[in-house]
């Protein structure tokens, strides 16, 4: 009979894998190494994930609801323009990135190229918090649109998409280069490009 | 005494690695994976690469020696305008993803976020290639300027980097979402206006 959950295990689970997927990536870290650094039995892993993909899948929604957490408030900062709440937004992701030296970069775009276009489960995951990053943003763009401060068009989703997609790609080049210099461009000069802003 | 290299052989590895890392990323498939592929003795290996990490430096080379092949004569076509081989090239490699139906993205992107950020001879290789792949997008936008039209900064250089990691971050979503949506943003929206197209 399995044992009734422990949500302080799950929480350990998730906290030691959200830090070594972001460190090492995916594929590189085993579920050994997950459940020694969470300090549980390598066999209690099952009783709280059916597979490293479902897993996987749920490190990436904690990830998320920690952006969000730690972030979101600002894209709903009353005192700040629209404008300036989407900037201060991405500055704000741009210093966690800094935080590690620009080396890790972002886990959702390091799962998105990392894991097996096979790997369904955090797929859909990677999709759902991609579909939810570019709402939250497109809310503030609309903001934007009302006081007339950025262009009319695309579809506030999608120029949000456009936004976030670029920004990933700044990360990786960050990455590759550990340095701020794509954060920065992205900053100063792609985001008001792409949102023409007044 | 190490036998001579054979340059057969050490193509068919990197042929091999090529399509095996697109496919499964880096961390995913083993050296003897690779060498069976390439129908050579797994102990040949080493007498071509001192490191799996080596080798995937030279497959990344691959793969950009095998874009530049077949799409860089696009950037130097006399017939288009500077503005149109730009979104010519894009386009083409585009077509590329297309054709796996948008589930495996760029390997440049893809093993720049897989690889562990220790991985120098990677990463420097990865750093090289996105130093060459600016320099050839600036030299057309450096010809479009000459025209007028496109804006006059950030520096060329600046501005291709912009470019390519747009489009690096389009494929990424493309590959979550296997969708060909974020790669028409980005050639119908973000490229003009990154480039502030006249």
Known sequence: MPRPANPLVRENLLTAGLSLFHAQGFNAVGIKEITDTAGVPKGSFYSYYSSKNVFAAAVLGRYWTGIVQDHGTILSEGSLSPVQRIIHFFEALTQDHAEQGFALGCLIGNLALELSHENEEAREELSSIMTRWSALVAACLRAARNEE???????????????????EGAAMRGRVDRSRAPYDRFLTVSLPRLIGAA
């Open 149 to 167: 401060a950025v262009v009319a068009t695309p579809a506030a989703d999608e120029l949000a998409s456009m936004l976030i997609e670029a920004w």
